[in-house]
């Protein structure tokens, strides 16, 4: 028979009460966990009648936690951390080029320069097995708390994280958003206001994608329209190619737009005020002390050593 403990602390009833907890609606989680509303709604109820208190009440369509129920997502998430940091330790005595390195790479993130250093990587470790996952913002923030992935691979800063104490980030490169558009009465200009934007229509990414949300906060800072979106995707060459065969104006990485053959009909500008990010890696404090991540991270710096990243990708897009 069960114990109070096993009954609580299962890793399936974990699992269910925090995607409960994230999502604030029983169909929705059911959903992403792959199972019935019903069945859901029954292992929370047994969560519930174990711990002996309600987790969640209900304000008329909305569901919140209640005070049990913001200890046991406090102690939920320590259980969480005290696991993943003995995974760490366990695996800081494992070999610097063997196993797998799980890599979550933002999905609006140009990706031809890691997946060339991937290839080099392989070819100088070919026992060590590195699996790269595109995913949005959201995907890499829970699969990074779970220590579903080692790295990430992203935008920062990202003021959507509270809570920045178990990370750590690396940079990459410094970039700029630019402005693409193909207005040939702006040609020739190099700075451009965002007021000045938005006389035509935009290809955009898709709410709650870091640059879609950079463009809205700069916006919002200077008290200007937003442009009127007709189309998204999640990719920069995506709506590159969008852009040029519709006229729709667009934003795009710089590092993304070097190197472009010259477009027809197609400008680029710096937007005033300039809308700076940098790419990075982010992982869980004492990801870079396990072999193979301090390794793989010192063989990236020695490959952008050799050619920087920007050099590395004008070369790629020459080949």
Do not use: C
Not at 235 to 260: C, D, V
């Amino acid at each position: 028979m069960k114990t109070k403990q096993e009954s609580i602390f299962s890793s399936k009833t974990l699992t269910y009460f925090l995607q409960l907890a994230e999502t604030m609606n029983y169909t929705q989680a059911a959903q992403i966990l792959g199972i019935t509303q019903p069945a859901l709604t029954q292992q929370i109820k047994k969560l519930e009648r174990t711990v002996g208190a309600p987790l969640f009440y209900s304000v008329g369509k909305k569901l919140r936690l209640s005070d049990a129920g913001y200890t046991m997502l406090e102690a939920t998430h320590k259980i969480y951390g005290i696991l993943n940091q003995a995974t760490d330790e366990i695996q800081q005595s494992t070999s610097a080029t063997q196993g797998e390195i799980s890599i979550g790479l933002l999905a609006s993130v140009e990706d031809a320069v890691f997946e060339d250093f991937a290839i080099l990587s392989y070819q100088d470790n070919p026992d060590l097995k590195i699996s790269f996952h595109m995913l949005t913002r959201k995907e890499i923030w829970e699969r990074l708390e779970n220590n579903k992935i080692d790295l990430a691979i992203m935008y920062l800063p990202d003021d959507s994280i509270k809570n920045w104490k178990p990370y750590e980030s690396k940079k990459i490169i410094s970039d700029d958003l630019l402005f693409i558009h193909h207005d040939e009465q702006l040609a020739k200009k190099r700075r451009i206001k965002l007021k000045d934007t938005t006389a035509n229509v935009w290809a955009m990414y898709p709410d709650g994608y870091y640059l879609n949300q950079a463009l809205h906060e700069s916006y919002k800072n200077q008290l200007a329209d937003f442009p009127r979106g007709v189309a998204n995707f999640t990719t920069p060459t995506q709506l590159l190619h969008f852009s040029m065969q519709t006229g729709a104006s667009t934003a795009l990485p710089n590092s993304f737009m070097i190197g472009q053959e010259a477009l027809p009909q197609t400008w680029t500008a710096h937007f005033e005020p300039n809308i700076r990010f940098d790419l990075a890696f982010v992982f869980r404090k004492g990801k870079a002390e396990i072999p193979r991540i301090s390794h793989f991270l010192s063989q990236f710096d020695r490959y952008l050593h050799t050619d920087d990243y920007i050099s590395r990708l004008k070369q790629l897009r020459n080949q």
